[in-house]
């Protein structure tokens, strides 16, 4: 819903996509968008690991999977699917050249995993909040915890091949 609706904002109001990406670098320190900060440095080596650091800790796990925990990832989904919309949308009237479809490969990879990553968190937190059946919630939250864990290794690998796919992007930006 938040994708359509970011789509659907950035074909009505164009402006607002531009005004929230000269906010991001404003506050990029804060906020980091992965590929900007990584276009000035030099080493392959830190421009892998700053992207696998920031895809997979700060976004995936700090981001959607503790507060999946708490049961509020789906606001902070619903916020990161309405800027991806927009994103997208921006990426489509855009001039197509090689760097299109390796931002729309990004952001379809991003928005499976974080997802993914979303569904684990909230499994704990349901898990935690209504016990299954006749288990009490200790046992019940370390069940799904033990499930989790293998759904949020999925996401961290589909976010880990983001990370790959940013780091050729991020090479092709600079040619």
């Given amino acids: 819903m938040g994708f359509i609706a970011g789509i659907i904002l950035m074909i009505i109001k164009p402006e607002v996509l531009y005004s929230m990406v000269d906010f991001y670098f404003i506050i990029r320190d804060v906020n980091s968008i992965p590929l900007v900060q990584v276009l000035n440095t030099g080493s392959p080596f830190y421009k892998i690991i700053f992207l696998v650091k920031t895809n997979i800790l ?54 499976v995993g974080f997802s993914i990553a979303s569904f684990a968190g909230d499994d704990i937190g349901r898990a935690w909040l209504r016990p299954r059946g006749f288990s009490s919630r200790v046992h019940s939250l370390k069940k799904s915890f033990k499930k989790s864990i293998r759904v949020l290794l999925s996401a961290m690998i589909i976010l880990a091949i983001s990370s790959l796919i940013e780091l050729v992007l991020s090479y092709l930006l600079l040619i």
């Fill in 58 to 111: 700060y976004e995936c796990i700090m981001g959607l999977f503790l507060p999946g925990i708490l049961n509020i990832a789906l606001l902070v989904l619903l916020i990161k699917y309405l800027s991806l919309g927009m994103f997208v949308a921006l990426v489509l009237f855009s001039d197509f050249s090689l760097v299109v479809p390796l931002m729309l490969l990004i952001a379809i990879f991003e928005a």
